[in-house]
């Protein structure tokens, strides 16, 4: 047990949705570790001064949600590659002299929930196609890159949006209409849902995955509801498929493990402490 109890937390604006706090509080109690991890509603205009008085309270670091994962990049003293890659941070680390350093995990937490639920795929089987270019995309498109994926095809409904990620990524990134998906099926290893269609209160992600190959894995990163009619039908053709929640899980173990020292678990018991009503 350490002098203090350990602080972390999430901050974002809303707040009152993230799983986040229930996510760490399940491996604080796991682990018996003295520490609190607390949901902070903070405004945009009030993001600096959070910022730098964070370490002063004591805290060891915090997760980023909506609406200030791009603004961090900006204020933090780092940043690792892989966050400057994606423009983003979910994770951030405060140094005992209360420098911030920016990090993105959420590339690392998509591929981690594959390979768990899917331990024989790797990105190298073959070229991957996402639909979707906002940020949850910018992560999926750059862990695919460097997990071997030898191309990945963006399909965005605003084609120069996925153009735009296209450009960062280099020479293995293509960009498709959206009205291109279904000829495309045939030839991927790996689907990927990175829109937000699907989502509670969203519109259904509505496209035909008839032309599919049986062998080719399909995820969503949707993971409200669980089981996506997305994922149904490609379940229905015989596909793999894994659900949006584990990246979730995996991407919070980095930035739990470096504040409170632990490495944590991502269960089935921890699965069913975020899922609880
Ligand atoms: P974002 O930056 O707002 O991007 C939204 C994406 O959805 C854009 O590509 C957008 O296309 C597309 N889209 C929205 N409405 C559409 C429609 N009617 N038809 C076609 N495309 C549409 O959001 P994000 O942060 O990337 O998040 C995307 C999804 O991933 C969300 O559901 C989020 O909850 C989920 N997510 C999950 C995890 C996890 O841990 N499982 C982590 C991060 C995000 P345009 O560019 O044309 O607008």
Not at 25 to 34: E, K, P
Not at 150 to 174: F, Y
Not at 210 to 227: E, F, K, Q, S
């Amino acid at each position: 047990m350490s002098e203090q109890p350990i602080l972390a937390g999430v901050i974002g604006d809303p707040i009152g949705h993230s799983k986040s706090p229930r996510l760490h509080g399940h491996w604080l109690s796991r682990y018996g570790i003295d520490g609190h991890y607390v949901p902070m509603r903070v405004a945009r205009e009030d993001l600096k001064k959070v910022l730098r008085t964070l370490p002063k309270l004591g805290f060891s670091g915090v997760n980023v949600t909506i609406p200030h994962k791009e603004d961090v990049l900006k204020l933090a003293d780092s940043v690792t590659d892989r966050a400057a890659l994606i423009g983003a941070a979910n994770t951030l680390t405060f140094t005992k002299k209360g420098k911030v350093q920016a990090d993105n995990t959420d590339g690392v937490g998509f591929l981690a929930n594959l390979k768990q639920h899917q331990p024989d795929w790797s990105a190298g089987a073959g070229p991957a196609l996402v639909l979707g270019a906002g940020g949850a995309a910018r992560a999926v498109v750059s862990v695919l890159l460097s997990d071997g994926a030898p191309e990945v095809i963006i399909a965005n409904r605003t084609r120069a949006r996925g153009e735009t990620l296209q450009e960062s990524m280099g020479a293995r990134v293509k960009t498709a209409d959206w009205a291109q998906i279904s000829e495309l099926l045939p030839q991927v290893s790996c689907l990927v849902n990175s829109t937000s269609l699907g989502m509670e209160g969203q519109p259904p992600l509505a496209i035909d995955l008839t032309g599919i190959r049986p062998t080719t894995l399909v995820t969503d990163l949707v993971y409200a509801p669980l089981r996506t009619e997305f994922l149904d039908q490609a379940a229905q053709l015989s596909c793999p498929t894994v659900d949006g929640l584990g990246m979730l899980l995996h991407q919070a173990a980095p930035g739990f493990e470096r504040w409170f020292g632990q490495r944590p678990e991502v269960d089935e018991a921890l699965r069913q402490a975020v899922l609880a009503p």
